[in-house]
Structures are given as C-alpha cells and as structure tokens.
C-alpha cells in the first residue's frame, strides 16, 4: 500500500435529511458502500465539487435535492490508491479489484467484494481512509473516512460558519 497524510478539502453532496450529521458515517454504515462492510461507519467524499455531484447522482439523469457541503480534512495516513492499480507500483494484486462492480457482486452473484477485504485491511492497520478514483466521473478522485478511526489530531469539518446546516433530523419531514 501507498501511505500518505491528506490534508486538503473535499465535498460531499448530502441528502436533505441526513445534512444534520455530516460528518458521522452512519448513513453508509446502514447499507455498505465499496469500502465499508455494513455497520463499518464511513464517510464518502470527492476532492471537487464536479465528482461529488457525479457521485450523489449515481448516473441518474435526474437530480435528487441535495446539500453540498465542503469539508476541511487533516488525517494521519490515508492509503494512496488515487491512479488506481499500477502492479508496477508495488501494489498487491487483490488491489486490482478495488474498482470492482461492488453491487454487482454482493447483490447478484452474493459475493463479499474484494473491496470490502481490502478496506479491512486498511481498518485493521488503523489508516484512517483511502483515496481512490471515482467511476461516476472520469478523473475525479474520492476519499473515504473511517470514521470511527478518526482521532483528536484529525480534521473533518464541515465549513459551515453561518450555522446553515441543521442541528438535528426534526427539521425535516418524516
């Protein structure tokens, strides 16, 4: 694995009803995501404004409301996988599969995505998250947060000054 600090920013689009917990992970904590098992809090973000929304919208032609927030990030290690597989690189060969088609294998051929082993690993070495590139948007780079992994020296903050976002879930419609 490449291992390296991130300090930098980083966007999130967040659904209306989950604006209100921003930073916590819970929300791919319910279902999973390419790096994160069920029940393993993580936060998705996208290095710029452009993949955040490619990501939100998944592909759809179809804009879902949505709250865009940038957040200021400072974190210990992260693994580097930003340009992807390089064998050459020195990575070991199940990173080849971290791009997979996670939904494909977990929902219709009832696989465990590789992706989910590699991002054990990960937690297991206590790396706070990985940067990879996103497959909604050619050349835009994502970094997941393990949330829980997340210390006191680590930053990940939503920039929020004016109190915009809201304090809890009751400001939304059930």
Partial sequence: MILRPFSGDAFRVHR???AWLPASGEGAA??????????????????????????????????????????KVE?????DFSKGY?????????WEDFMCDWRKLLFNAHIEPPSWVLADSVI???VKGILFPSTQRAGG????????LVSDSDVV?????G????????????
């Fill in 163 to 174: 109190g915009y976002l809201p304090a809890n879930q009751s400001a939304w419609p059930a």
């Fill in 30 to 71: 319910s279902h999973g995501g390419r790096a994160n098992r069920p029940g393993v809090p993580a936060l998705y973000l996208a290095l710029d404004q452009a993949t955040a929304l490619a990501e939100y919208m998944q592909g759809s032609t179809l804009l879902q409301p949505g709250t865009i927030v940038q957040y």
């Fill in 75 to 79: 974190l210990g290690l992260v693994v």
């Fill in 157 to 161: 903050a939503p920039h929020d000054p």
């Fill in 86 to 94: 390089d064998r050459d690189a020195g990575w070991e060969p199940l």
């Fill in 124 to 126: 297991s070495a206590n």
């Fill in 16 to 18: 209306p009803k989950w």
């Fill in 141 to 148: 780079i994502n970094l997941v947060v393990f949330t829980d």
